[in-house]
């Protein structure tokens, strides 16, 4: 029920700029997600303190391998609070100064779907039993990482009618590139994502 302050599309913190894609004023936190709100995260992460930020952040499963038998090595990069700058409390929660797999990212919005629980991803391959036989895939119990309510307000704050009796969850994710042999972003070039129900 917060509103938060967008500063209207333009906030400065630490002498660095920050932009948001429209000119927003006060935004719910369900707004923020749904306009992408690089400032109303920001502030939410403020809000939070470094402590929790991260703990929230890791409890997402960042540091650990994902994908059992997916022979996925790679884990996400987040540094413990002893080696932020002065910015990375308002730059983690809009994806800056951490990294995640896109199986961890997968993983994380299984928990959407599942209750607030959190599945690890895992490839199926198997040949068909004998008739009438059972056979059930073996996978990890899931982990729980929010509340039911919270993953049914998540569901319902990200949810997008495409068309009568259609819709979508998910939110789209759009990333600059590191400009080649230079500092700062290629506005030119982008990695997008899309991952949702």
Avoid at 133 to 155: F, K, M, N
Wanted: hydrophobic letters at 40%; charged letters at 20%; aromatic letters at 6%.
């Amino acid at each position: 029920e917060s509103r938060i302050t967008c500063e209207g599309g333009v906030w400065t913190y630490e002498g660095l700029p920050m932009r948001d894609p429209g000119r927003y004023d006060e935004l719910t936190p369900a707004e923020i997600l749904q306009k992408s709100s690089n400032i109303g995260m920001a502030k939410i992460g403020l809000l939070l303190g470094e402590g929790p930020l991260y703990e929230a952040v890791a409890g997402w499963g960042l540091k650990q391998k994902c994908g059992a038998g997916l022979n996925s090595g790679e884990i996400g990069i987040l540094h413990g609070t002893n080696r932020w700058s002065k910015l990375e409390i308002t730059r983690i929660p809009i994806g800056h100064g951490c990294a995640v797999t896109l199986l961890q990212l997968l993983r994380a919005y299984s928990a959407l779907f599942n209750d607030g629980r959190m599945a690890e991803p895992t490839l199926i391959a198997a040949t068909r039993p004998a008739p009438g036989a059972d056979w059930l895939p073996t996978a990890a119990e899931p982990t729980s990482v929010i509340r039911p309510e919270t993953a049914a307000w998540l569901r319902a704050t990200l949810k997008k009618e495409l068309a009568e009796g259609l819709s979508v969850i998910g939110q789209p994710a759009i990333v600059q590139k590191v400009r080649t042999g230079e500092s700062g972003y290629d506005p030119s070039r982008v990695v997008t994502a899309f991952i949702g129900g």
